[in-house]
């Protein structure tokens, strides 16, 4: 099982970037998916997250309104859409998949399978 995390980068604040997570030996739509970050210093923090069966989404306060989780059922593949980025927005970004059956959590300890991380700088 393979989560592989693309399309971080550098962007000046006020951009965009979109994060891509392809799975591969895993059908991702079973799954409850959900984007965490990780800053230099600061504990790890959920902020999308979108549900199985209905595909419902959920976002953390910090980035409501300017991120969109999506997933392709079809490209077994989920998306961060990120727009107006701040400085706050850098860290690693990392796709994590988690059980259906434990229902929509942020707690990580519920996710069975995470990407390797994707370095996302917004900076001018």
């Known amino acids: 099982v393979q989560l592989v995390e693309s399309g971080g980068g550098l962007v000046q604040p006020g951009g965009s970037l979109r994060l891509s997570c392809a799975g591969s030996?895993?059908?991702?739509?079973?799954?409850?998916m959900t984007w965490f970050r990780q800053a230099p210093g600061k504990e790890r923090e959920g902020v999308a997250m979108?549900?199985?069966?209905?595909?419902?989404?959920f976002y953390d306060d910090s980035v409501k309104g300017r991120f969109t989780i999506s997933r392709d059922t079809a490209k077994n593949m989920v998306f961060l859409q990120m727009n107006s980025l701040k400085s706050d927005d850098t860290a690693v970004y990392y796709c994590?998949?988690?059980?259906?059956?434990?229902?929509?959590?942020?707690?990580?300890?519920?996710?069975?399978?995470w990407g390797q991380g994707i370095q996302v700088t917004v900076s001018s």
């Open positions: 979108i549900g199985s069966t209905d595909s419902k989404t």
């Open positions: 994590a998949a988690a059980d259906r059956r434990w229902g929509t959590r942020w707690n990580g300890d519920f996710y069975d399978y």
């Open positions: 030996g895993i059908k991702l739509d079973y799954y409850v």
